[in-house]
């Protein structure tokens, strides 16, 4: 097959016949709850491009939600697919073991902050990962209490919900959901600046108000785990101010509490380092991975000191699919891949070439109220004009059009007025910037 050109064309509207006739097919078969942010049906992808079953080549600058890191059908991952379904595809670690498994855990120990032995366990969603670090640092400080925060997503299962913050659609109907878990305010430069300037941009104050909620509503004598992301991905890309993330971490320090970093979005060099704990740095008890690490293939970890993650049980940890071959070649390619392109590198000239654009286009335009995220994780808080009153009505269209337009582009925010960036980072620059130009001309007609 002839590889993807790497350009945007737009061969029908969007739907084209081929994509509505997957649509209705669709509409009989697959339950509603499950929704699709664009209306095109896939067909290839590559690069910077997905093509749909009409011919439309779209620019990606979702990567499938943080997945596609490495690209989409990336050749490393794919030939290390490949070889390894000629060989086996399931055999269960939990039966017959096999090395590809082994050298991921090792790899994750390795490139993961925190220069202390380590161990891996291998999982399939980043749901799954969450549930394992709850369940490790339960084993480890034998109590019970969780704490997640304000904006926080972490999944859809049922003690995910529990820590994930946003309602509607995630929670709505849903519940119970599993005790034990609270939500503490986080540290959101852009509104808390709002209130109170030092609040928004010092980090150590942040934290104060986080610690005065911890030790007076759970009380670290009970607190087992906090649960964060380093920088909040569904949540509004929302990175903390500097010192927060340290100071959180000092106090599970001095209160045997567990520090898990969920880094399933922001992980694998997606913001411009391996992992985004490393920019502030700090070095978590456990991580949680997922997205990007399997290359485009089912794949989870949770990684972390090697005293807390062997607390649990022989046999209390595991799962049928957890690391699978098939899934841990892939990321075998994956890791490959980042090293041989640097890819930590090119995330951070995205970054650069990002906010360079949005920058230009926030000094014209007082609906966007801030701009924000790291290396190729970057959004658009969009707020009604001169205020920050935000504005999910002006987020929701102006997604849709650059959709009409053949570009690909995510949304998220509590408030639901965040358009988010996530390109895969083998994007060229000229399709990365085609796709902002395409964002500023729809902004512009709205
Ligand atoms: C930070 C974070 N944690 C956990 C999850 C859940 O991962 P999964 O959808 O693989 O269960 C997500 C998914 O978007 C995420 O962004």
């Not at 017959?96 to 090792?106: D, L, M, Q, R, S």
Request: aromatic share 6%.
């Amino acid at each position: 097959m002839p590889p993807l050109p790497q350009s945007r064309h737009l061969a029908t509207e969007i739907p084209g016949p081929g994509s509505a006739r997957l649509a209705q097919r669709r509409a009989a078969a697959v339950a509603r709850g499950v929704a699709s942010t664009m209306p095109v049906y896939a067909a290839r992808a590559a690069g910077g491009i997905v093509e749909d079953v009409d011919g439309n080549r779209l620019i990606d600058l979702g990567s499938g939600i943080a997945v596609t890191t490495v690209g989409n059908a990336a050749p490393r991952v794919v030939d290390g697919v490949r070889e390894q379904v000629g060989q086996f595809t399931h055999t269960c670690f939990m039966v017959t073991p096999y090395e590809g498994y082994v050298a991921v855990a090792e790899a994750l120990n390795r490139l993961t902050p925190g220069r202390y032995e380590k161990r891996s366990v291998l999982l399939n969603s980043g749901a799954e990962a969450l549930e394992n670090a709850v369940k490790i640092a339960r084993a480890y400080t034998r109590k019970s209490a969780v704490v997640a925060f304000d904006h926080g997503y972490h999944g859809r299962t049922n003690l995910t919900l529990a820590l994930t913050a946003k309602s509607m659609p995630y929670k709505s109907g849903f519940g119970p959901f599993t005790p034990d878990v609270y939500r503490a305010p986080t540290s959101y430069p852009y509104r808390d600046g709002l209130i109170d300037k030092e609040l928004g941009s010092d980090g150590e104050r942040a934290a104060e108000r986080t610690i005065g909620v911890l030790e007076n509503q759970i009380g670290a004598e009970n607190l087992a785990a906090l649960v964060i992301e380093p920088i909040q991905g569904e949540g509004g890309f929302i990175v903390p101010a500097p010192g927060f993330l340290p100071a959180l971490l000092a106090w599970c320090r001095d209160n045997d509490v567990v520090f898990i970093a969920d880094e399933v979005q922001t992980g694998f060099a997606r913001t411009g380092a391996m992992f985004a704990c490393e920019h502030e740095p700090i070095e978590p008890d456990l991580i949680c991975t997922a997205k990007g690490i399997g290359g485009g293939l089912p794949l989870s970890a949770v990684t972390g000191r090697a005293e807390i993650m062997d607390a649990p049980q022989v046999s209390g940890l595991g799962g049928t699919f957890g690391g699978n071959p098939v899934a841990c070649a892939a990321a075998l390619g994956a890791f490959a891949t980042v090293q041989a392109e640097d890819l930590v590198g090119r995330a951070r000239q995205i970054e650069r070439l990002v906010f360079e654009r949005l920058g230009r286009l926030q000094a014209d335009d007082h609906r966007i109220g801030d701009v924000r995220g790291r290396g190729a994780m970057i959004a658009v808080e969009l707020v009604r004009p001169d205020g920050a009153e935000p504005d999910p009505a002006l987020t929701k269209a102006l997604a849709a059009a650059c959709h009409r337009a053949g570009v690909i582009v995510l949304t998220c925010g509590t408030f639901g007025n965040v358009l988010r960036l996530l390109p895969p980072l083998t994007i060229s620059d000229e399709l990365l910037s085609e796709g902002l130009d395409v964002l500023a001309g729809e902004l512009a007609k709205l």
